[in-house]
């Protein structure tokens, strides 16, 4: 099946700061989003994202379907951002199959 | 809209009992998801439904399993005969499928320890 990574790991930023989240995948996709898990566990769709650039306020992600990654910019970094980001792809055979499959995470900390 | 809700948010019980949670999607979605998370791991796929088909079982999905969602609405996700493997954060999510955008959208989960 379809591999996900996710770099880095662990991430600890200084409020105010920028940051970049990679997700890597190893196969073709037609469906790749972006969550965030908050400090008390839920989980906030960030972007659903299968090819392009898009924006929400201080985020933005950009993914390039052709060298399987997508990247999601963390701009003027608050303590609420703080959590587990999570890039999630289906693997893509000719239709939707309803099977996200979810990288392991990068677990960013703000600090005030 | 509420968003996704589900119920109980803590279930505690003995290994062995019978367990049923319940998950009432975003009323205009018509697919609904269950996941399972685990401490330090990202939510892993179960199953779904599409209206009240069900369309994919993960392999995780033993026979103790099993999951419905009469009439396309509320889905109820049962486990019986409870393992402690079993304890982890189950998550229902609800999507629509209009071919352009197919945002996940989920609940709270529910915390289920076997002791």
């Known amino acids: 099946g379809i591999q996900v990574e996710q770099s880095p790991p662990d991430l600890i930023l200084q409020e105010g700061a920028n940051s970049t989240l990679r997700c890597n995948f190893s196969d073709s996709v037609n469906n790749l989003q972006w969550f965030h898990q908050n400090p008390w566990g839920q989980l906030i769709n960030l972007f659903y994202?299968?090819?392009g650039t898009k924006q929400n306020g201080r985020l933005s992600a950009t993914t390039v379907a052709t060298e399987r990654y997508s990247l999601l910019y963390i701009s003027s970094s608050q303590t609420t951002d703080s959590g587990v980001y999570f890039c999630?792809?289906?693997?893509?055979?000719?239709?939707?199959?309803?099977?996200?499959?979810f990288g392991k995470g990068t677990k960013l900390s703000v600090k005030p | 809209d509420t968003g996704v809700s589900q119920n109980p948010r803590h279930k505690i019980t003995k290994r062995g009992q019978n367990v049923t949670f319940r998950c009432d999607p975003i009323s205009e979605h018509n697919r609904l998801y269950w996941y399972r998370q685990t401490l330090g791991q990202g939510p892993e796929f179960l199953t779904y439904?599409?209206?009240?088909?069900?369309?994919?079982k993960s392999r995780l999905l033993s026979d103790r399993f099993s999951a419905e969602r009469p009439k396309g609405s509320f889905s109820t996700l049962e486990i019986q005969r409870t393992e402690q493997g079993d304890s982890a954060m189950y998550l229902c999510?609800?999507?629509?499928?209009?071919?352009?955008?197919?945002?996940?959208?989920f609940g709270s989960g529910t915390q289920l320890s076997v002791l």
């Open positions: 994202i299968p090819s």
């Open positions: 999630a792809v289906e693997q893509d055979y000719g239709g939707s199959q309803g099977n996200l499959i």
């Open positions: 999510a609800s999507s629509l499928v209009t071919g352009v955008n197919e945002k996940l959208f």
């Open positions: 439904f599409q209206n009240e088909a069900q369309l994919e």
